[in-house]
């Protein structure tokens, strides 16, 4: 039973280029969420996604950063003329929908190392 | 507003117990969680209770949960050199479903 799957798992990009990082949902979860993990910090909300419904992005930057979640296929968070700062390590959590409970656990990918030269 | 506030490191001698506390202030939290993070990898979950109890214990671990003083914290019987890692409390609220993390607790287990 496959966990959740984001790839790549390094990505290095130049300033102003874009950057694509994808994830896969465990088997049987329909809710998605990206965290930024910026270095020795924990972790930052910044979207909630359904498939093909963004439900809350509350902690995405205003600019240059967008997320699907589309009804075949991984998620997707797409960051657009990168900078340095947005170096960090990206984390897609996943959880069941079923009911809609609020607590289910979310379980964690291994997350995209993200280097902007 | 949401924060989670633990101490950022810990060290603790093999084979003994170790605590890892956190203070979270949103009274609405509903779930308690801790996640276990070793380098270059992703958050591995550990364990999380309901705002409701007191404490949860599983194998090695066990969780206390003070709701009054919204304090919780992270037993681990028995420390071996395996369970060094980064450690993070985190919450959920009623309200919404993404998670607030604290900054994690490094701990370190001495041979």
């Known amino acids: 039973n496959a966990g959740v799957m984001q790839n790549p798992r390094h990505l290095v990009r130049r300033r102003g280029q874009e950057a694509r990082l994808r994830c896969s949902p465990m088997k049987g979860h329909s809710h998605v969420y990206w965290y930024r993990q910026l270095p020795e910090e924990g972790l930052k909300f910044m979207v909630y996604l359904q498939k093909e419904n963004i439900i809350d992005e509350s902690g995405m930057p205003k600019e240059r950063f967008s997320a699907e979640f589309p009804k075949e296929g991984p998620s997707i968070l797409r960051i657009q003329q990168v900078v340095r700062g947005d170096s960090a390590a990206y984390f897609c959590a996943s959880s069941p929908g079923t009911g809609g409970r609020v607590g289910q656990p979310q379980h964690f990918g291994d997350g995209t190392r993200l280097s902007i030269l | 507003g949401e924060d989670v506030e633990q101490s950022l490191f810990l060290s603790v001698r093999e084979g003994d117990s170790s605590v890892i506390n956190c203070t979270y202030t949103?009274?609405?939290?509903?779930?308690l969680y801790w996640y276990k993070q070793e380098p270059g990898a992703g958050l591995q979950l550990l364990t999380y209770i309901f705002s409701n109890m007191d404490m949860k214990q599983d194998q090695r671990l066990t969780v206390l949960l003070n709701k009054k003083d919204k304090h919780l914290s992270l037993r681990i019987a028995d420390t071996q050199t395996g369970d060094s890692a980064i450690y993070f409390c985190a919450e959920s609220l009623l309200s919404a479903r993404q998670l607030t993390f604290g900054s994690g607790t490094q701990l370190t287990v001495l041979p």
């Open positions: 949103d009274s609405s939290s509903t779930y």
